[in-house]
């Protein structure tokens, strides 16, 4: 996928735009030879997936997604558990019968509380938006600090004719930047209906 490279080429502007420290003249040529060294090792790692256009729920959605990452899901009630084998990420797929309007930060409180009462300090780090032909499509980052080391999500939520889909990907904090890239991307191929089935 051409794309997905050519977006890394852009990734300097990101990280530096989420790294804790501003960037000064006297720091930005070390660190910005860290940063191209970073990109070019994610350049690298990204050009081993194959990219498909992936069914899911019985043809409910597809998603342009690695072939090679989730096999067969786990099925657990109205929940598909995808595992990568090559990867550490996960995938949970959630579809509820409901008309009613996606109020994102409704939700994001809602995560939170539920994440804080399981006693997982969790914050949302990025929230945002995009437009798509069917409606719109929510997605937000959420960071746990865990006592083994901290760990990330990123959700998208989406209206899919009566239905909502919430799609959580679960991936340690050191492969953050890497997964929030891709799935800020991919989540922009997300179309209701079509794509070879899982």
Known sequence: MKDMLKDFDINL?????HTCQ???ADSDKGRGELYKKEVEQFKARI?????ERIAFCNGLFSMLMPSELFGQPIVMGNLLLFQAS????????KVIESEQIVK???????YVSQMRSSRQQTKIDISDARQAAFGTIYYFTA?????????CDF???FQGGKKMIFMDFNFEQKEYYFWKTILCKLSST?????????
């Open 86 to 93: 090559k990867e550490k990420i996960t995938l949970s797929i």
């Open 22 to 24: 501003p960037f000064t």
């Open 104 to 110: 994102i930060d409704q939700l994001q409180q809602d």
């Open 143 to 151: 960071i746990h600090s865990m006592p083994g080391g901290a760990l």
């Open 47 to 51: 050009s081993r997936f194959t990219f």
């Open 190 to 198: 997300i179309e209701i209906e079509g794509g070879p089935q899982q």
């Open 13 to 17: 502007a990101m990280l530096k735009k």
């Open 155 to 157: 959700i998208i939520l």
